[in-house]
């Protein structure tokens, strides 16, 4: 695990990100170009090596009902990637991409999900929403991609390859 002081200097790299000092001890870093009205991308990092980074915006990290992805344990290899994908996903042409379409491009348009006992599901979009299968019946349709997947999760199923 990192220390404060290594987690401080990997996230103080990072120049797009400005330091808020908080409560307790704690620092807060934030984008003051994000695209969104989120700016914490750092969120109470504390001297005792906790601390959060935002990734609402991002695949494949667990989150919590905020967005947020605890970084007690991560590597100094894993929190840079973590906080360069977050700035990504906050950047202003982010924002901009996010509010001109919530349909996907095609090669993001199906996935397969494994669920208990290996049960695989389909998902994907047409006709602008989201369709999940089982085989050739019809379990579930939404009108985004993130409420199908919160269902496949609730559901215990994972994105097949993540």
Do not use: C
Request: charged residues 30%.
């Amino acid at each position: 695990m990192l220390t404060f002081e290594q987690k401080l200097a990997v996230i103080e790299s990072f120049p797009e990100l400005e330091r808020k000092d908080v409560s307790l001890g704690r620092v807060n870093f934030q984008y003051e170009d994000s695209g969104f009205d989120r700016k914490n991308v750092v969120y109470h990092l504390h001297k005792n090596g906790n601390g959060f980074v935002y990734a609402g915006h991002l695949k494949g990290y667990s989150t919590d009902e905020k967005g947020l992805v605890n970084i007690r344990d991560l590597s100094e290899e894993e929190l840079r990637s973590l906080l360069a994908a977050s700035i990504r996903s906050l950047a202003p042409d982010a924002a901009q991409a996010s509010q001109k379409s919530s349909a996907p491009s095609a090669s993001s348009s199906e996935e397969l999900w494994i669920g208990p006992d290996n049960h695989t599901l389909r998902l994907f979009y047409e006709d602008e929403l989201w369709y999940v299968y089982d085989r050739q019946n019809l379990e579930s349709a939404f009108e985004t991609y993130e409420e199908a997947e919160k269902y496949l999760q609730e559901e215990g199923f994972s994105r097949s390859g993540a």
